[in-house]
T-cell receptor, first 114, second 115 residues
Framework: AQSVAQPEDQVNVAEGNPLTVKCTYS??????LFWYVQYPNRGLQFLLK??????LVKGSYGFEAEFNKSQTSFHLKKPSALVSDSALYFC????????????FGSGTRLQVQP | DTGVSQDPRHKITKRGQNVTFRCDPI?????LYWYRQTLGQGPEFLTY????????KSRLLSDRFSAERPKGSFSTLEIQRTEQGDSAMYLC?????????????FGPGTRLTVL
């Protein structure tokens, strides 16, 4: 079985400050990890993914994520938050073998204050 | 705009009625997925097609649910005898083979409300 935990329902950050959205996972085998963002009344937009190699993954809109195998974490980060980053963020995982279905966390709402 | 389209965007139906949703994937994407998302939760996997073959089905996909992808292009998801618990956003995603982990691109979803 695989699972994702996003321990924070909401993260508040001031514009211009760095942001972190936390994600931990559990999977049998090696993980493939993904971050998606969801704006109101829209589908999920892909931000970035980790497959293998460099633990720091760079993605769209200035976001990056750090894979930590020992802590089974894949936290999303951005050096300087924008008000337009305010949205719902989902972390997802699947194993490198077997099923292709993604397992998603429950989401973290990011609120960036001007 | 990811390129995956879904129709309709909204559907309101009465309990016991049948509903059908359509998904058109990104052109040349041979993999297609259906997920369900309820308020305050992340998407939950329902089923997966590679071309026209349905290769994975979740236990969430009860006998009342059926999905097809007859020509390996668009897909339909039908729910028979709808129940209030079926109210959710139904998301479709598509991907192409790209090495070790293809990226799933999502459509805008169909919001189902069962009265």
């Amino acid at each position: 079985a695989q699972s994702v935990a996003q321990p924070e329902d909401q993260v508040n950050v001031a514009e211009g400050n760095p942001l972190t959205v936390k994600c931990t996972y559990s999977v049998s085998g090696n993980p493939y990890l993904f971050w998606y963002v969801q704006y109101p009344n829209r589908g999920l937009q892909f931000l970035l993914k980790y497959i293998t190699g460099d633990n720091l993954v760079k993605g769209s809109y200035g976001f990056e994520a750090e894979f930590n195998k020992s802590q089974t974490s894949f936290h999303l980060k951005k050096p300087s938050a924008l008000v337009s980053d305010s949205a719902l963020y989902f972390c997802a995982v699947r194993a490198d073998t077997g099923r292709r279905a993604l397992t998603f966390g429950s989401g973290t709402r990011l609120q960036v204050q001007p | 705009d990811t390129g995956v389209s879904q129709d309709p965007r909204h559907k309101i139906t009465k309990r016991g009625q049948n509903v059908t949703f359509r998904c058109d994937p990104i052109s040349e994407h041979n993999r297609l997925y259906w997920y369900r998302q309820t308020l305050g939760q992340g998407p939950e996997f329902l089923t997966y097609f590679q071309n026209e073959a349905q290769l994975e089905k979740s236990r969430l996909l009860s006998d009342r649910f059926s999905a097809e992808r007859p020509k390996g292009s668009f897909s339909t998801l039908e729910i028979q005898r709808t129940e209030q618990g079926d109210s959710a956003m139904y998301l479709c995603a598509s991907s192409r083979v790209e090495g070790r982990a293809d990226t799933q691109y999502f459509g805008p979803g169909t919001r189902l409300t069962v009265l």
